[in-house]
C-alpha cells in the first residue's frame, strides 16, 4: 500500500522484527519527515533488545541514526526543505529549553534521545523528525554517505562522552576500554587533542588491530595481566584519562585499576547492570569520574573535519546489508567478535 512502509520493530524480545507501518506524517510545525537513504545498527540497540533500556517499550522502530532525503517539512521548518540530504542527530534539540540553552540536549524536555527509545526510529523507510531544524545536519558533498552516518551517534559520541569529558590533554596518557565502534571513534577523535599514547585494551585481536591501524600507540589484550601490561607502558603511573567503552561491571573495575592520580574516568557504555566503585581505593587519589549521554553539539565541528578529510570514519562499516535482511544485520553485528563487524551500513 502506498501510505506503508517496512519499520523494524522492538517486540520484547531479543529478536527484533520487520513489520509493515504507516508512513509517519507531519503532525507538529517543527517535524519533518526523512526518506531513509542509509543507516546503522548502534550497540544501544543491542542493549534495548536486551532489556536494558526500559524507556523503550514493546512495538517501538528501532534506530537513531542515518542520512536521508527531505520528504516534506512542518509549516515552522526554515533550515530544511523537500529533496534536501540530511545527517538525523541521534538527540532530539528543541533548542529552546534550559538543558539546550545550557550545551545538554541530551535532556531536552521535548527531545533529548526520542529516536528509537521514547519515539519511533530511523530503522524504518521512512521516520518523522521532531525539531528539525535543530536536529538535523545538511549532507555535505565529498565524503561517503557511510562517513556522514557517522556524524549521527557515534563519532560525536566518542568526542564528547569519552574525549572531551575524559579530559584528553596534549602530551596526557589515554586508555580506552573497549574498541567497538564508539571505543574507536574515541580514539579517532582523541588524536585532535595530541595525547602522547593511547592505549586500547579489548578482548578482541581483530579489533585490536583495527586500533593500531585507526592510531593507537599501544594495544592489550583483556585478561588476567592487562592491568599489569597498561602500568609497564606508563611506568607504573597509570593513565590520565580512561575510557569506559563496554559498559558491563569488569570493564568499569578495569578503568579503576588503570587510572592514575589526578586522573579521569570518563563512562560511555551503557550500563544494565550494576557496577562497583571502590572507593577503598580511590577515595584519596583525587580522581574524577564523568558520565554523559551524547550532546550532539559537537556535530557541526565533526562534519567539518569530515568533510576536509581530516577525520574519515566510514572506514568503521565493515559489513552492508539491504533493510530487508536487518535480521541478518543484527545478528552479525550481536556476533561482532565472530563476524569481524565493527559497524553495519543499511542501505534502503
Same mark, same amino acid.
Given at each position: 500500500m502506498a501510505n506503508m #512502509?517496512?519499520?523494524?520493530?522492538? @517486540?520484547?524480545?531479543?529478536?527484533?522484527?520487520?513489520?509493515?507501518r504507516p508512513i509517519p506524517q507531519i503532525s507538529k510545525p517543527t517535524d519533518a519527515v526523512i526518506k531513509m537513504v542509509?543507516? %546503522?545498527? +548502534?550497540?544501544?540497540?543491542?542493549?534495548?533488545?536486551?532489556?536494558?533500556?526500559?524507556?523503550c517499550t514493546k512495538g517501538r522502530i528501532l534506530g537513531h541514526e542515518g542520512v536521508g532525503v527531505v520528504q516534506s517539512v512542518g509549516a515552522a521548518v526554515k533550515s530544511f526543505k523537500a529533496g534536501d540530504r540530511v545527517i538525523i542527530? *541521534?538527540?532530539?534539540? +528543541?533548542? *529552546?529549553?534550559?538543558? +539546550?540553552?545550557?550545551? #545538554?540536549?541530551?535532556?531536552c524536555t521535548d527531545g533529548g534521545w526520542v529516536l528509537g527509545n521514547t519515539g519511533d526510529g530511523t530503522q524504518a523507510e521512512y521516520v518523522c523528525i521532531p525539531h528539525a531544524d535543530a536536529s538535523m545536519h545538511p549532507m555535505v558533498a565529498g565524503p561517503s554517505d557511510a562517513d556522514q552516518v557517522m556524524l549521527s551517534d557515534v563519532l560525536p559520541t566518542g568526542l564528547e562522552c569519552g574525549v572531551? @569529558?575524559?579530559?584528553?590533554?596534549?602530551?596526557?596518557?589515554? *586508555?580506552?576500554?573497549?574498541?567497538g565502534p564508539v571505543g574507536l571513534c574515541a580514539l579517532i577523535t582523541a588524536q585532535l587533542y595530541s595525547p602522547a599514547k593511547i592505549i586500547v585494551i579489548d578482548l578482541d585481536e581483530n579489533r585490536l588491530k583495527q586500533a593500531m591501524s585507526l592510531?593507537? %600507540?599501544?594495544?592489550v589484550q583483556a585478561g588476567p595481566d592487562a592491568v599489569q601490561q597498561v602500568m609497564d607502558i606508563t611506568g607504573g603511573l597509570g593513565v590520565d584519562s580512561v575510557i569506559e567503552a563496554v559498559g558491563v561491571p569488569a570493564s568499569f573495575k578495569m578503568c579503576q585499576d588503570?587510572?592514575?592520580v589526578g586522573g579521569t574516568i570518563a563512562n560511555m557504555?551503557?550500563?544494565? =547492570?550494576?557496577?562497583?566503585?571502590h572507593l577503598e581505593k580511590l577515595w584519596d587519589r583525587n580522581i574524577t569520574i564523568t558520565t554523559r549521554l551524547l550532546d550532539a553539539v559537537s556535530t557541526g565541528m565533526l562534519l567539518k573535519l569530515v568533510e576536509s578529510g581530516r577525520i574519515r570514519a566510514g572506514t568503521l562499516g565493515t559489513h552492508s546489508f539491504k533493510f530487508a535482511e #536487518?535480521? @541478518? =544485520?543484527?545478528?552479525?553485528?550481536?556476533?561482532?567478535?565472530?563476524n569481524k563487524a565493527l559497524k553495519v551500513i543499511i542501505e534502503f
Amino acid at each position: 500500500m502506498a501510505n506503508m #512502509m517496512k519499520a523494524l520493530v522492538y @517486540n520484547g524480545t531479543p529478536t527484533p522484527s520487520i513489520e509493515e507501518r504507516p508512513i509517519p506524517q507531519i503532525s507538529k510545525p517543527t517535524d519533518a519527515v526523512i526518506k531513509m537513504v542509509k543507516g %546503522t545498527i +548502534c550497540g544501544t540497540d543491542l542493549h534495548i533488545l536486551k532489556g536494558d533500556v526500559p524507556t523503550c517499550t514493546k512495538g517501538r522502530i528501532l534506530g537513531h541514526e542515518g542520512v536521508g532525503v527531505v520528504q516534506s517539512v512542518g509549516a515552522a521548518v526554515k533550515s530544511f526543505k523537500a529533496g534536501d540530504r540530511v545527517i538525523i542527530s *541521534a538527540i532530539t534539540s +528543541c533548542s *529552546a529549553c534550559s538543558y +539546550c540553552r545550557r550545551g #545538554m540536549p541530551s535532556h531536552c524536555t521535548d527531545g533529548g534521545w526520542v529516536l528509537g527509545n521514547t519515539g519511533d526510529g530511523t530503522q524504518a523507510e521512512y521516520v518523522c523528525i521532531p525539531h528539525a531544524d535543530a536536529s538535523m545536519h545538511p549532507m555535505v558533498a565529498g565524503p561517503s554517505d557511510a562517513d556522514q552516518v557517522m556524524l549521527s551517534d557515534v563519532l560525536p559520541t566518542g568526542l564528547e562522552c569519552g574525549v572531551l @569529558n575524559g579530559r584528553v590533554q596534549p602530551g596526557s596518557t589515554v *586508555a580506552i576500554v573497549g574498541s567497538g565502534p564508539v571505543g574507536l571513534c574515541a580514539l579517532i577523535t582523541a588524536q585532535l587533542y595530541s595525547p602522547a599514547k593511547i592505549i586500547v585494551i579489548d578482548l578482541d585481536e581483530n579489533r585490536l588491530k583495527q586500533a593500531m591501524s585507526l592510531g593507537a %600507540t599501544h594495544t592489550v589484550q583483556a585478561g588476567p595481566d592487562a592491568v599489569q601490561q597498561v602500568m609497564d607502558i606508563t611506568g607504573g603511573l597509570g593513565v590520565d584519562s580512561v575510557i569506559e567503552a563496554v559498559g558491563v561491571p569488569a570493564s568499569f573495575k578495569m578503568c579503576q585499576d588503570v587510572v592514575a592520580v589526578g586522573g579521569t574516568i570518563a563512562n560511555m557504555g551503557v550500563h544494565g =547492570a550494576k557496577v562497583d566503585l571502590h572507593l577503598e581505593k580511590l577515595w584519596d587519589r583525587n580522581i574524577t569520574i564523568t558520565t554523559r549521554l551524547l550532546d550532539a553539539v559537537s556535530t557541526g565541528m565533526l562534519l567539518k573535519l569530515v568533510e576536509s578529510g581530516r577525520i574519515r570514519a566510514g572506514t568503521l562499516g565493515t559489513h552492508s546489508f539491504k533493510f530487508a535482511e #536487518m535480521i @541478518n =544485520a543484527y545478528s552479525t553485528f550481536g556476533a561482532a567478535a565472530q563476524n569481524k563487524a565493527l559497524k553495519v551500513i543499511i542501505e534502503f
